[in-house]
């Protein structure tokens, strides 16, 4: 972290700007189009899996983008560029879902195209803008930070789903286009407002610390996975990340199918829940700050126990699916994403603690493995998601009794990750016992780093 040049709290809520104009592009291209492929043009619901699923595996590159940004030692490149990509991708998956009500095998040949570009998108700004606030946000403010960004971020879906919810109404494949691009360009402008200067003349101070990071990239991802903190914490991220993620794309067509919401009514569902994750967040967030930030087992606690109230919240809407449409089902949905809330304020809470422990200028790469880590996690839990409602649909005839399986199957695996995350401590001891080793063979290494090693 270069502390000769820490960022305010301002300049911190600058960059959770970017991550409200990331936020809100990326609503409409996992929640609204993934609907109308589903429900409006009654296409199976594995094809908007299988578009997700694509743009996570490419996020894979996440290691590959943070190394750029330690090496270069400037983020604002990347953010602006990747924001570039995303903007333009998300502007081709409206086109290409408003060409499927035409010719759908072209509609989905350029679908799968602009899901490429929103992965390659998200991977570059979204790595970078934490590489950055991981290097830049001094240790007692780091907790807040993620959770001041990440709650920028919900805001960004709230805002943009209610929104865009309503322009939606009545739908067309001609509103949809129009109003995906006007926020994708409006995204962009914020990203460019929020940027300007940002790492100012930081610039000299980061450029003396660059040379730690000039090793080759197979090396430095390696020495990153050496270390047992950083590889443990990814398997927690994985697994907590699925459980997150496998509800994604089939909450609005389980909406669509059984309570018989509109395009309109199911995004400002979507909205709803993203509101319900911001309170989450905030909640914790307030009630914790004095202990997210110095006490490690204060931010398990916290995963543990978001965890098993999101397999509660779920557990809950595999009820209601036996008693569509008189169910609350709002309700639930925003109890759902209170709890998804609790528990990824800690995780990012952790994240971005743990980020700079252990070799210097990693900071990039790390977020790119856990970025990764987690965009696997995604792409899986949403395509896995898909497939389990496709098939028990085929082998169930309730669509009720279908919907509740999967919902309950996704509950049991937030136990999962609740369990994983109560053994996190361990991590925390054996850091130690590595550390040492990996550093003293940079020092040994000529051109590895020099004094900074």
């Given at each position: 972290?270069?502390?000769?040049?820490?960022?305010?709290?301002?300049?911190?809520?600058?960059l959770g700007l970017v991550q409200t104009a990331l936020g809100s592009i990326v609503v409409l291209t996992t929640s609204t189009m993934n609907r109308v492929m589903v429900v409006e043009y009654a296409l199976p619901a594995m094809l908007p899996g299988l578009l997700v699923g694509l743009?996570?595996?490419i996020q894979l590159a996440r290691p590959r983008f943070g190394y750029g940004s330690d090496v270069g030692g400037r983020s604002t490149p990347w953010i602006v560029g990747g924001m570039a990509t995303l903007a333009l991708g998300g502007i081709g998956a409206a086109v290409a879902t408003a060409w499927m009500a035409t010719n759908v095998y072209a509609g989905i040949a350029l679908a799968f195209a602009a899901f490429g570009f929103i992965g390659v998108g998200v991977g570059a700004a979204g790595t970078s803008l934490l590489a950055l606030l991981a290097r830049r946000v001094g240790e007692q403010r780091r907790a807040a930070a993620a959770t001041i960004v990440w709650v920028m971020m919900i805001a960004g879906f709230v805002v943009t789903a209610g929104t865009a919810g309503h322009f939606l109404d009545?739908?067309?494949?001609?509103?949809?286009?129009?109003v995906v691009a006007t926020v994708a360009c409006a995204a962009f402008i914020l990203t460019l407002a929020a940027v300007y200067n940002v790492e100012g003349e930081?610039?000299?101070a980061i450029s003396n610390d660059v040379a730690a990071a000039r090793v080759p990239f197979r090396d430095a991802l390696r020495d990153v996975w050496s270390e047992p903190r950083a590889r443990q914490f990814t398997v927690f991220v994985f697994v907590s990340m699925l459980a997150y993620s496998a509800q994604d794309l089939i909450l609005e067509p389980f909406a669509g199918t059984l309570f018989g919401y509109t395009p309109g009514q199911s995004t400002q569902l979507s909205g709803m829940q993203n509101a319900g994750v911001l309170l989450g967040m905030v909640l914790v967030g307030v009630a914790g700050s004095a202990t997210i930030a110095g006490r490690w087992g204060s931010m398990r606690l916290w995963a543990i126990g978001g965890c098993v109230a999101s397999a509660m919240s779920?557990?809950?809407l595999a009820l209601g699916a036996f008693h569509a449409p008189l169910w609350p089902l709002a309700a639930g949905v925003f109890a759902l994403g209170v709890s998804n809330g609790a528990f990824a304020v800690a995780a990012i809470g952790s994240m971005m603690a743990l980020a700079g422990v252990g070799r210097p200028q990693r900071e990039g790469v790390r977020m790119g493995v856990w970025g990764a880590a987690q965009a696997v996690a995604f792409g899986l839990g949403g395509f896995l998601g898909t497939v389990a409602i496709d098939v028990t649909r085929a082998l169930i005839d309730?669509?009720?009794?279908?919907?509740?399986a999967v919902f309950a199957g996704e509950g049991l695996l937030f136990l999962v990750a609740g369990a994983l995350a109560s053994n996190i401590d361990y991590v925390k001891r054996a850091d130690r016992a590595v550390r040492a080793p990996v550093l003293q063979r940079f020092a040994m290494t000529p051109n590895a780093g020099g004094d900074e090693a």
């Open positions: 972290m270069n502390a000769a040049y820490p960022f305010g709290w301002f300049s911190i809520f600058r743009h996570y595996a009545p739908f067309s494949p001609e509103r949809l286009v129009t930081g610039r000299a779920l557990l809950l309730s669509a009720g009794a279908a919907y509740a």
